[in-house]
């Protein structure tokens, strides 16, 4: 990046506030950024960062009033939103020239597979019978596209992603490195001898448009039927999503959270990392799940924040919470133990 402080505030519809020929090279964090250096504030936690920054330019509130002397090199560019303008910036600056159209000499695609010609498929790569990958897409190394299998325009996937038979994927989709789509959901008969058999998993996986899928995440086909993964979906990496589940739109879900089968999960909800899902139950649209928390239970009431495991009412859960530390620190099991030896005399 290589922008004046003025070049920046018109790609931001924002004013600078100081020196607006600056030239600015990167963005940074605000405790580390250094000469030449783009940072923001947009949480007060660390405004007393912005008194001692190396900074050339800081974006901030309009509103922002400082509290103390700014150093003399730091200018100021006043925006609406800051966090918002920062990401809106950050997404300008990765913009990348789209990889050369072509197929690499060392993928494998079926004579029976559809890529438009207008797609870049890296090495190693293998795309197989009755696949179809529409334009503008990206499929990078070592993954693999199965049998059947959509691809919609422009999606990008990354490398050594796994997308099983007959998945479907939505247009404008980032699938990170080691994605797992489509593999067998966890059937299994219990026979009189103890043992178990396979269910067969006939199903498969269906995602919208505009999803991004993270690193080490597994979606597993449906026993029957789909399991599906709404538009604007965004879930983090290392997820398990069982097989029939249903996510909808703009839903996003954080690290390590684990999704069991035949659950479905409404629109725009906000699922913290580590969540634990049972099965087949339903999670209300707008619903919010702090990080750890165990959900066993449909949870009806849309726009609900729950926390705790067994999961309720987040007000609930931490009023428990006060009440088992009052508990604690009035020693009052201590004090029913010592009744309870005077009453057994």
Same mark, same amino acid.
């Given at each position: 990046?290589?922008?004046?402080?003025?070049?920046?505030?018109?790609?931001?519809?924002?004013?600078?506030?100081?020196?607006?020929?600056?030239?600015?090279?990167?963005?940074?964090?605000?405790?580390?950024?250094?000469?030449?250096?783009?940072?923001?504030?947009?949480?007060?936690?660390?405004?007393?960062?912005?008194?001692?920054?190396?900074?050339?330019?800081?974006?901030?509130?309009?509103?922002?009033?400082?509290?103390?002397?700014?150093?003399?090199?730091?200018?100021?560019?006043?925006?609406?939103?800051?966090?918002?303008?920062?990401?809106?910036?950050?997404?300008?600056?990765?913009?990348?020239?789209?990889?050369?159209?072509?197929?690499?000499?060392?993928?494998?695609?079926?004579?029976?597979?559809?890529?438009?010609?207008?797609?870049?498929?890296?090495?190693?790569?293998?795309?197989?019978?009755?696949?179809?990958?529409?334009?503008?897409?990206?499929?990078?190394?070592?993954?693999?596209?199965?049998?059947?299998?959509?691809?919609?325009?422009?999606?990008?996937?990354?490398?050594?992603?796994?997308?099983?038979?007959?998945?479907?994927?939505?247009?404008?989709?980032?699938?990170?490195? +080691?994605?797992?789509?489509?593999?067998?959901?966890?059937?299994?008969?219990?026979?009189?001898?103890?043992?178990?058999?396979?269910?067969?998993?006939?199903?498969?996986?269906?995602?919208?448009?505009?999803?991004?899928?993270?690193?080490?995440?597994?979606?597993?086909?449906?026993?029957?039927?789909?399991?599906?993964?709404?538009?604007?979906?965004?879930?983090?990496?290392?997820?398990?999503?069982?097989?029939?589940?249903?996510?909808?739109?703009?839903?996003?879900?954080?690290?390590?959270?684990?999704?069991?089968?035949?659950?479905?999960? +409404?629109?725009?909800?906000?699922?913290?990392?580590?969540? +634990?899902?049972?099965?087949?139950?339903?999670?209300?649209?707008?619903?919010?799940?702090?990080?750890?928390?165990?959900?066993?239970?449909?949870?009806?009431?849309?726009?609900?924040?729950?926390? +705790?495991?067994?999961?309720?009412?987040?007000?609930?859960?931490?009023?428990?919470?006060?009440?088992?530390?009052?508990?604690?620190?009035?020693?009052?099991?201590?004090?029913?133990?010592?009744?309870?030896?005077?009453?057994?005399?």
């Amino acid at each position: 990046m290589q922008k004046t402080a003025g070049e920046i505030a018109e790609i931001l519809h924002g004013r600078v506030e100081g020196n607006e020929m600056v030239v600015l090279k990167g963005l940074a964090k605000i405790e580390e950024a250094g000469p030449g250096d783009l940072t923001f504030l947009a949480n007060p936690v660390y405004e007393s960062h912005l008194y001692s920054s190396r900074a050339s330019t800081a974006i901030v509130a309009d509103d922002f009033k400082p509290t103390d002397q700014l150093p003399a090199q730091l200018s100021l560019l006043r925006v609406k939103d800051p966090y918002a303008a920062f990401a809106s910036l950050m997404q300008w600056v990765a913009q990348k020239q789209q990889l050369a159209h072509g197929i690499h000499p060392t993928a494998s695609v079926s004579p029976d597979a559809h890529v438009s010609d207008q797609c870049y498929v890296g090495p190693l790569v293998t795309i197989e019978a009755g696949a179809t990958v529409e334009a503008d897409c990206e499929i990078h190394s070592n993954s693999i596209i199965g049998v059947n299998s959509k691809i919609g325009k422009a999606t990008i996937i990354h490398g050594s992603v796994f997308i099983g038979k007959e998945s479907e994927i939505g247009s404008h989709c980032i699938i990170q490195a +080691g994605a797992v789509i489509g593999s067998d959901g966890f059937g299994f008969a219990p026979q009189s001898n103890a043992s178990y058999q396979k269910i067969p998993q006939l199903g498969n996986v269906v995602i919208g448009n505009r999803c991004e899928i993270g690193a080490a995440t597994t979606i597993d086909r449906a026993t029957l039927g789909s399991t599906r993964i709404g538009n604007g979906v965004k879930l983090d990496n290392q997820i398990q999503v069982a097989h029939n589940v249903s996510i909808g739109d703009n839903t996003v879900v954080a690290a390590q959270t684990g999704i069991a089968g035949s659950t479905s999960i +409404g629109a725009h909800c906000m699922i913290g990392g580590q969540v +634990g899902f049972a099965g087949h139950i339903s999670v209300a649209d707008g619903v919010k799940v702090a990080a750890q928390s165990g959900i066993t239970k449909s949870i009806k009431d849309p726009d609900s924040t729950w926390q +705790g495991t067994p999961a309720s009412m987040i007000k609930d859960h931490q009023q428990q919470q006060i009440e088992l530390r009052k508990l604690v620190r009035n020693k009052a099991l201590d004090r029913i133990e010592q009744i309870e030896k005077q009453l057994n005399g």
